[in-house]
């Protein structure tokens, strides 16, 4: 396999994974609950959709999730957990979209360099990267069950039936960057194996000359 194709594979597939989890961090279809009520005709103003930052109901109304600026003391203790796990999935993803830039700035430099320790360790990198996107969707989907548990627990079972919950396409592109964050760590370290094995190749054939 040719070095080049690897490493060209490799940071395309790390920019494509930064651009996806971007989006995924910036829009509000993380997660969708849909309103069908028969016989009513504004089901879509008791629908929602999410983000991380935002919950938009009906058509026009929008409110920011405000997690940090709560106040804490007078939230129950399920209000408190759930408030925490949103923070937490609110600084992991960012946090791993800012390493992200490193890690391709990284993969540039050690490719450029054909080294293979340099490439060994920013495929590391980038898969720890990868273990940070994992940690925030896991999370997320933690958060988002808990929440439902509650809203379960508050909304009369008879009209739960009217109700469809759903992960929306934000959701989705996030676990896109998760695979395509491994695919670029792997070709990483497929890059270095081909550079440790052209030395040895290369040092061979001057032994033998």
Known sequence: MRYGLVVLSAGFSGLLSFCCLAVSIGTDYWYIIDVNKPNYTDSEDLSSYSGLWRINEGSDKS?????FTANMSAL???ERHLLTLHKAVVIILPFGLVMLVFGWICGLVSSLAYSPKL???TAFYILICSLFTLTGVSLYIEYSNKAMEEFRRIVAQEELAYVRVS???????AWVSFTLELAAGFLLLLAAK???M???YDCGVAVTL
């Open 76 to 78: 129950s203790e399920v």
């Open 194 to 196: 081909i550079t440790q």
């Open 63 to 67: 409110s920011v999730i405000s997690s």
């Open 167 to 173: 992960f929306g396409w934000s959701f989705a592109m």
């Open 119 to 121: 490439l060994t360790v």
């Open 198 to 200: 052209k030395g040895r």
